[in-house]
């Protein structure tokens, strides 16, 4: 896993390492710029270009595009710089007495080949403006490939928001991520970002770390030759109405390719006939029910808790109290693990979210960013702003795993955090959802924690659908039962260390 940090963290370290451990802050300039020309000379390689044009700010990350400007200049490539001011941090102003190429004062005409946009780092918020705001626009409208130091000028680098910002094609993230990188618009415009570690020292937790997938393969082993289906649990879906017939297919469908030894299928006894043979390797039960919708029943919620490792509940319920009396009821009494989706947390939403409090059971909540406003009291402009820590406050006040999903999803037992990028827009359609509770369920019918299972189903479902989406299909056309069909290749894929 990386480190990711906010910015506040990210400027602790920085201080840390120059004033604690004495490291010279020009030495860390030095190794920024050549981790920047070093990135910038391998797109330079890859295009057959010869000439680069750093558009510099004055603050350090200034002083990284002149150092990266210089080191350029001196492997024998046509390095030039545009500054944008003459009031510069003294590290700044001591890279540009090194500098011995070219300066202009406005954005040249001529073209280069690469441009390194080294205008604001990670301590601008705002709008920009001015000839600052122009740069942007230049950048953007010239016909280089960008190079960003550190972070796209004018994005915000800790919630990816932006007025007016670069669009890169590579970003060098000096030191660690930042949650900027990671979530709103942030990925959209760093285009791939690239971390080099310049030696910062972080002695503080981080806000979170970003997974990959050799973090995930020890959830799928080698299995033992002596073994049988009760050795990887039970995973019982609670799910289904007359209103929406389709979402307990597709997360028990889910459930069923993620290695679990059972799938109980539970769904409401009016609509029982609807589903036979549907999946024939799923348990099919029939839920106590009323008007085609689940009815909270203590023996049969008692029964279906005894003997599931797991149980996932809320996929196309349909919000009502009997639902919520269902969620209560599992929280008092279960003692596996309960993933609440969909329209399970449009009840707790409803009905009261304190109940969340008082349970026997571990808990992993998988909302998406409306689901959460709901869930949290806030708009949901607040939560795509800041979601990630108010899904760490949440998660730590109602002792709850939280995996709040978005193109960038983020796990947290309000402790730790995880983000986890492997997703798709191809996701960006009704049943993902679906998909993912089945997923979340069947690993956590196998004994894999709360945490692990909903940040393992994220990245699972995410690689999914990649696959789904590449050809014949495309992000446009791929469907969530595209996505279930894709999921034995991903999970190979983690099992072979990918």
């Not at 994005?155 to 932006?162: K, M, R």
């Not at 942030?186 to 972080?202: A, F, H, M, Q």
């Not at 043979?277 to 029910?289: M, N, Q, R």
């Not at 709360?450 to 056309?477: H, Q």
């Amino acid at each position: 896993m990386q480190k990711v940090l906010t910015c506040a963290q990210m400027r602790a370290a920085d201080k840390y390492t120059i004033q604690e451990l004495g490291v010279a802050s020009q030495v860390l300039m030095e190794r920024a710029g050549a981790a920047i020309a070093e990135e910038t000379e391998k797109l330079l390689q890859e295009t057959g270009g010869t000439s680069v044009l750093a558009v510099c700010g004055g603050g350090n990350n200034g002083g990284d595009g002149w150092c990266a400007a210089r080191l350029l200049l001196e492997k024998g490539y046509r390095a030039a710089v545009f500054t944008l001011t003459d009031i510069l941090s003294p590290d700044c102003a001591a890279q540009r007495e090194k500098f011995a190429g070219e300066v202009f004062s406005s954005f040249p005409e001529e073209k280069f080949d690469v441009v390194i946009d080294a205008v604001f780092g990670t301590g601008f918020h705002g709008a920009p403006e001015g000839r600052f705001a122009d740069a942007i626009k230049r950048i953007n409208g010239c016909a280089a490939r960008v190079v960003s130091a550190d972070i796209p000028s004018g994005l915000n680098g800790d919630d990816g928001s932006f007025v007016s910002c670069v669009n890169a094609d590579i970003t060098v993230a000096v030191g660690e991520l930042k949650v900027g990188h990671l979530i709103g618009n942030g990925p959209d415009v760093c285009g791939k970002t690239v971390r080099k570690d310049i030696g910062i020292e972080v002695t503080a937790p981080p806000f979170a770390e970003l997974c990959e997938g050799a973090d995930f393969v020890k959830f799928f082993p080698p299995r033992k030759k002596n073994t049988h289906k009760g050795t990887f649990g039970r995973a019982a879906i609670l799910a289904g109405s007359r209103l929406y017939t389709g979402a307990p297919l597709l997360s028990a469908a889910a459930a069923l390719r993620c290695g679990c030894g059972y799938t109980q299928l539970c769904v409401p006894e009016e609509m029982y006939p609807y589903y036979i043979g549907k999946l024939p390797e799923a348990i099919l039960t029939a839920a106590p029910s009323e008007n085609g919708a689940l009815r909270a029943d203590g023996e049969f919620l008692r029964t279906l808790a005894a003997n599931a490792g797991s149980v996932a509940v809320g996929m196309g319920c349909g919000v009502s109290r009997a639902l919520y009396d269902c969620v209560a009821m599992l929280l008092s009494e279960y003692s596996g693990t309960l993933v609440l989706d969909a329209d399970a947390l449009g009840a707790l939403a409803a009905y009261g979210v304190d109940i969340l409090k008082e349970k026997s059971c571990r808990v992993v909540l998988t909302p998406h960013l409306k689901e959460f406003s709901r869930l949290c009291g806030k708009s949901v402009e607040e939560v795509a702003k800041n979601g990630p820590a108010l899904a760490k406050q949440f998660a730590a006040e109602y002792g709850a795993v939280v995996l709040l999903k978005s193109h960038t999803c983020f796990v947290t037992n309000g402790r730790a955090g995880r983000f986890i990028t492997e997703g798709t827009p191809a996701l960006a359609k009704g049943g993902s959802g679906d998909v993912l509770s089945g997923i979340a369920a069947a690993l956590a019918a196998r004994g894999i924690s709360a945490a692990d299972s909903a940040a393992c189903a994220a990245f699972l479902l995410g690689r999914a659908g990649r696959f789904a989406a590449e050809y014949p299909s495309n992000e446009y056309s791929a469907t969530a039962t595209d996505v279930i069909a894709c999921l034995p290749r991903a999970v190979t894929s983690l099992m072979c260390g990918e």
